[in-house]
């Protein structure tokens, strides 16, 4: 059996490598190395595809959700909801501005955010929520605008793992990302839509927000050397821009591909009882950043021990809910107990997925798997 790799970049870049390999010796001979001409295009192109009137570029997923909450005006002790189960970016940029994370409980199906819980945590001080759209599908964000118009909230989706999917509101489809007042997303090499390093961009349909967010990526400056507010320097090379020029192209591909090793695994695990394959929220697409499984009866970490005997990666995303972070203990005063959260935590193994998996490494994780429980 040939290498099984969680994610398989190398093999993605061969198959593109001519037009990647072009379109960085074009950034390298016009030395347009900050701001050059593939950034604006890649801005626009993404914009296009996404069906949003704004995507404001920045160094990586990270600096796009801090962008979101500077850019809404939120002032320190201004509270966030959001869920414990998530990457720790989402997080972090709350805390980081000294605004207060107020985390919920995930639904045990789709590991987004129980909308059922975030009314009761709503207080006077909360400005936003940020949705996070897990593993490749979203939130129900009908829900959460819902809860957002009636409680004056802003949301900022984190879209990070989810570029590319579709959701149905009563009236139409848009794109996962578009929907609240800012999304958020992440050009990480791993993501569905990857570059080779660091990249990130923010997506508006409101031309204030869009100003104030490519503002504060940009020192705080609409014209060079005149700085109206204090930002930081968070850009997204033209290099990566490049890249993602050529990637855009292939994002509904990648995707669809992803989404058949989902359907694979789906259909040689739905019968094992001591698994339960991913849940779909019936509103939107899922286009499987991770193909995430729980696996019941304290039995995870040995059906890992199992795979990596026989050369199968497997991943634990998320090991520690983000309440029981220690970075997070100034804010979690009261024994807060998001027992979903904590229950994925011993659950969850995310398998291999990605772009260029074959047939064959498919058939070799499936018996893997399946030997396990046979046993
Ligand atoms: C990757 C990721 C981020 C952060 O993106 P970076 O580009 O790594 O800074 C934020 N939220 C989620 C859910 C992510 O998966």
């Known amino acids: 059996m040939d290498n099984i790799k969680m994610v398989d970049l190398q093999t993605q870049y061969h198959r593109l490598k001519p037009e990647i390999d072009a379109a960085m010796q074009d950034v390298i001979e016009s030395s347009a190395f900050i701001n050059g001409p593939a950034v604006k ?3 626009a192109s993404l914009a296009e595809y996404l069906g949003v009137r704004h995507v404001i570029t920045c160094g ?13 005006d939120l002032k320190p002790g201004d509270e966030v909801i959001t869920t414990a189960f998530t990457f720790i970016a989402t997080v972090e940029v709350i805390g980081l501005l000294d605004l207060k994370p107020v985390l919920v ?12 819980q975030v009314e009761a945590v709503i ?15 979203g939130a129900d964000m ?26 149905k509101t009563d009236v139409d489809t848009q794109k996962l990302g578009t929907m609240g007042n800012i999304g958020c997303t992440s050009f990480f090499p791993s993501k569905n839509l990857g570059c080779f390093g660091d990249g990130g961009a923010c997506m508006t349909n409101d031309d204030t927000l869009a100003e104030k967010l490519r503002m504060f990526v940009n020192h705080g400056t609409k014209i060079k050397y005149y700085h109206e507010t204090i930002g930081v320097n968070s ?16 994002l509904d591909d990648f995707n669809k591909r992803r989404q058949e090793v989902a359907a694979f695994y789906d259909n040689a695990f739905e019968n094992i009882e001591e698994i339960s394959i991913p849940g779909r929220n019936p509103d939107s697409q899922h286009v499987f950043h991770q193909y995430v499984m729980r696996v019941q009866n304290g039995k995870r970490n040995a059906l890992k021990d199992w795979l990596k005997k ?33 229950l994925l935590t011993e659950e969850v193994l995310a398998l291999p997925i990605h772009t260029e998996m074959t047939p ?16």
């Not at 033209?238 to 855009?248: R, S, W």
Request: net charge neutral.
């Open 310 to 342: 026989r050369d199968i990666p497997s991943m634990v995303y998320y090991p520690v809910a983000l309440h029981k972070q220690k970075a997070f203990s100034k804010w979690m005063t009261q024994d807060i107990s998001l027992p979903v959260s904590e």
């Open 142 to 167: 009908k829900k959460i605008k819902d809860i957002a118009e009636r409680n004056n909230l802003y949301i900022v989706e984190d879209a990070a793992q989810c570029l590319g999917a579709d959701f």
């Open 123 to 137: 207080t006077s001080r909360t400005k936003a929520i940020i949705p996070v759209h897990l593993f490749g599908q």
């Open 41 to 43: 295009q890649f801005q």
């Open 60 to 72: 990586n997923g990270t600096d796009a959700l801090q962008a979101a909450l500077v850019a809404l």
């Open 360 to 375: 064959g490494q498919l058939e070799h994780i499936k018996n893997g798997v399946l030997s396990f429980f046979k046993k």
């Open 235 to 250: 850009r997204l090379d033209t290099l990566q821009a490049a890249i993602l020029n050529v990637k855009l192209p292939h």
């Open 105 to 116: 409980d995930v639904n045990p199906e789709t590991y987004t955010i129980d909308t059922e």
